[in-house]
């Protein structure tokens, strides 16, 4: 008899736990550097530079979900794999709004195309990592 027969999950593979851990990091280190721009003191913004406001408000958002995947991740909640799709997706739309403002001749900070072009890889791979371990644990 396997774990899957008796009902019980298969223990968290290694390389999810790291992804786990780096999540939570990330979603932690996300509230903290958007709330800081957002709701910390002007030096704060005025190290952001040219920071772009809606995608400032769409970060610190998304940190919630970051931290609450993460936890799902750890937990193997059937949720996590859906909802890290979402912020991949999310994030990617969120590129385009981005891009008219850059288009359109507006301030930003080039580190803002690396912030978003890292946050949508880094949970595009999540979700195909989940992917594959749901996969895997129905063969």
């Known amino acids: 008899m396997n774990a899957a027969s008796l009902g019980n999950k298969p ?3 290694l390389g999810l736990r790291i992804a786990s851990i ?9 509230l903290f550097s958007a709330g800081s721009v957002l709701f910390g003191p002007s030096v704060s913004q005025e190290m952001a530079g040219a920071y ?16 609450m995947a993460a936890i799902g991740i750890w937990l193997q909640r059937a949720w996590a794999y859906p909802l890290s799709g979402l912020i991949a997706l999310t994030t990617a739309f969120m590129a385009i709004p981005f891009a008219f403002h850059a288009i359109a001749g507006g301030p930003f900070e080039l580190r803002t195309v690396g912030a978003l072009v890292l946050r949508i890889g880094f949970w595009a791979a999540i979700t195909i990592a989940l992917y594959r371990s749901k996969r895997n644990a129905h063969r």
């Not at 772009?52 to 931290?67: D, K, L, Q, R």
């Open 11 to 13: 223990p968290l593979s």
């Open 22 to 30: 780096v999540a939570l990091v990330f979603g932690v280190m996300t």
């Open 52 to 67: 772009v406001e809606f995608v400032v408000w769409f970060n610190f958002a998304a940190g919630f979900f970051y931290v």
